[in-house]
Structures are given as structure tokens and as C-alpha cells.
Nanobody, 120 residues
Framework: QVQLVESGGGLVQPGGSLTLSCVAS????????MGWYRQAPEKQRELVAS???????SYADSAKGRFTLSRDTAKRTVYLQMNSLKPEDTAVYYC??????????????WGQGTQVTVSS
């Protein structure tokens, strides 16, 4: 079974920092690429950062230099450290894992989401 549970969202002032956590099931953590997406009101869901099975992280241009994706294999947890936050970072943030189906195709699995609000 694939399970993803996010936490760490909240209200922060512009320029502040937050760290999001995603606790993953064994299958989600060990078998697939994982990532963080976000969705603002009336906007499409967009990729923020992803990490490969080998531990290499990639970032969207909007996140590069401000956000850091990391993981703790013992805790099966993926983290998104967000610094220098801007009001435009306000969104619901979702943890994602791409899970292989018996056919060989990949299927997107999502956590429940955690709200991040950047406002003074």
C-alpha cells in the first residue's frame, strides 16, 4: 500500500522559513521518484522539487536557490526546506510518489496536502 502524509505547513511572514515533511510507506519511498508539488487558488498544480531513487534533487526555477529537498531513509521521510518565502509561494503543498503498475506504467500517488500561507 502507498501512503503519503504531509505536515509542517502554516502561516509565515515574507522572508521567513518553513520546513515541510512527508512520511512515506516503504513502497512509496523505496521504489519511486518522489517530489513536492503545489497548487494555488485557480492555478494548476506545479512541480516544485523532486528527488530520484539515487538521492539527486531537482528544482523548479521558482524554487531554485531558496528551497532544499532532502530525505532521511531511516525515517522514510522527505523534507522540503523553504527559505526567503514570498507571498506568491502561498499554496497547498502536496507530496507525490510515482508508483509502478503491473503493466509497467507509472501512477501518481498524492498526500492530503498542507497549507502554506506567506503574508504580513
Amino acid at each position: 500500500q502507498v501512503q503519503l502524509v504531509e505536515s509542517g505547513g502554516g502561516l509565515v511572514q515574507p522572508g521567513g522559513s518553513l520546513t515541510l515533511s512527508c512520511v512515506a510507506s516503504r513502497r512509496a519511498f523505496s521504489m519511486n521518484t518522489m517530489g513536492w508539488y503545489r497548487q494555488a487558488p485557480e492555478k494548476q498544480r506545479e512541480l516544485v522539487a523532486s528527488i530520484s531513487r539515487g538521492g539527486n534533487a531537482s528544482y523548479a526555477d521558482s524554487a531554485k536557490g531558496r528551497f532544499t529537498l532532502s530525505r532521511d531513509t531511516a525515517k522514510r521521510t522527505v523534507y522540503l526546506q523553504m527559505n526567503s518565502l514570498k507571498p506568491e509561494d502561498t499554496a497547498v503543498y502536496y507530496c507525490n510518489a510515482k508508483v509502478p503498475l503491473p503493466s509497467g506504467s507509472l501512477y501518481d500517488n498524492w498526500g492530503q496536502g498542507t497549507q502554506v500561507t506567506v503574508s504580513s
